[in-house]
């Protein structure tokens, strides 16, 4: 089982939001997962021009580091996306990746993975964008395991928010072994089914590589 964590914050080694990631790892770790760590902010991932060759080919006409990240997303069972509050939402580079993905909405790519959100702020917001990337994730097909966060206004905030991140990495890997259903979310699942298959299949003869994919997952 390969966990995988990535952190949108610029700060690198100095970030927060990093040792949270760094942390949900561990627990991971701890329980038996292989993990791996990314720090998007050291690659370069252009910005999505909305070109639509993904949804033909399923393969964006970008070359940059995208593709690196977007293999290792696909080739984890579990994932952990980590953004500090950046204006009541994640980074930008986070925000980016996460446009660089509308294949994966479509085609509900991430369905059967699990993933969880961590998240920092320097006063409030953080439960903000842990919900915001845990929504993302379901709509990707995936299922949200929790979060964690912490506000650095409040004493102890932090640790206890290590703590947490720590916890839920040993979570992540349980529900992975599970194969953990959330009611409440398999219900959205069905929803976002429904929505992109109508989607795909009028728009059959031009996005033929999604229509493709949704036929061979007998979907349609």
């Known amino acids: 089982m390969e966990i ?6 610029p700060r690198g080694a100095n970030s927060m939001t990093m040792k949270l990631v ?13 993990t791996k760590l990314i720090d998007l902010c050291s690659l370069k991932i252009d910005y999505c021009d909305a070109c639509g060759v993904c949804y ?6 970008h070359e940059d580091d995208f593709g690196q990240v ?44 699990y993933a969880c959100a961590v998240s920092t702020a320097g006063s409030q917001g953080h ?20 979060s964690a966060g912490a506000d650095m206004a409040v004493p102890n905030g932090m640790a206890e928010a290590m703590e947490k991140a720590f916890k839920l990495g040993q979570t992540l890997v349980a529900d992975i072994k599970n194969k953990a259903v959330y009611v409440e979310q398999e219900e959205v699942h069905k929803m976002i089914k429904e929505q992109f298959g109508k989607i795909v299949d009028a728009n059959k003869d031009e996005w033929t590589h999604e229509y493709e ?7 349609l």
């Open 56 to 61: 033909k080919k399923g393969k964006c006409v």
């Open 4 to 9: 995988l964590g990535i952190n949108g914050s």
């Open 22 to 34: 760094e942390a949900v790892l561990e627990g991971a770790k701890e329980a038996g997962a292989e």
């Open 213 to 219: 994919h949704w036929t061979k997952m007998g979907w």
């Open 70 to 113: 977007y293999d290792e997303i696909m080739a984890s069972e579990g994932l952990v996306l980590g953004s500090p509050v950046y204006f009541g939402l994640v980074t930008a580079q986070m925000k980016t990746l996460i446009d660089r993905m509308s294949d994966a909405i479509h085609c509900q790519l991430l369905f059967g993975k």
């Open 127 to 146: 439960q903000e964008v842990e919900d915001y990337i845990n929504r993302i994730m379901v709509a990707m097909g995936a299922n949200a395991a929790g």
